[in-house]
């Protein structure tokens, strides 16, 4: 599962332990796994590393116990689509006894009744075409509540894709508020 320079990239997750303003400690994980998909093969690698230090890395879980956490989020850019076994495998991870929940991404996920709803994060132009893509996502233990989520919005024209002169990604971000649930 090597790249073609022969190297498997090794940093591809950020940990940090945090506590919020009602002392409710938990841990995020922000991540950019290896793109396009004819790498889905290193994505999932990628994935079972992630696992493995959640569940077998002794400095994390040390860390975990010290801070008293109760809650993981995971997000990131995955560059996989819902339906790529990375994906599928965070889907069906359990850590703790708290199943990681997908929060999917949208464009304007309180739009999702509409009948040109589409779901994607990633807008761009490849080849005169427009490509959408859902690979962004936030997972989240099921003791985080969301209260609100949304991709944030300014008058992103996409017909012209991504990255553009008002919106300087190719990729449009996700955004959560949450509280933890007693």
Known sequence: MKESNGKLGKNFVLVAFLEDNYNNNFCILNTHLKAFDEFEEIRVYQVE??????TKYKIFLDNFKKFKCN????????NASPNFKSIENINNFNFNDNILIKFSPVFNYF?????????YSLCIYKENNLIKKAIDYIFFTKNV???NKQIER????I?????????PSDHLYLKIEFRFRK
């Open 49 to 54: 590393s992630i696992f493995q230090m959640l």
């Open 159 to 167: 017909s012209l894709g991504l990255p553009s002169k008002y919106f």
């Open 145 to 147: 509540e969301i209260l």
């Open 154 to 157: 300014k008058e992103i024209d």
């Open 111 to 119: 739009e999702q009744e509409k009948e040109d709803y589409e779901e």
């Open 71 to 78: 809650s993981i989020i995971l997000c990131g850019d995955f």
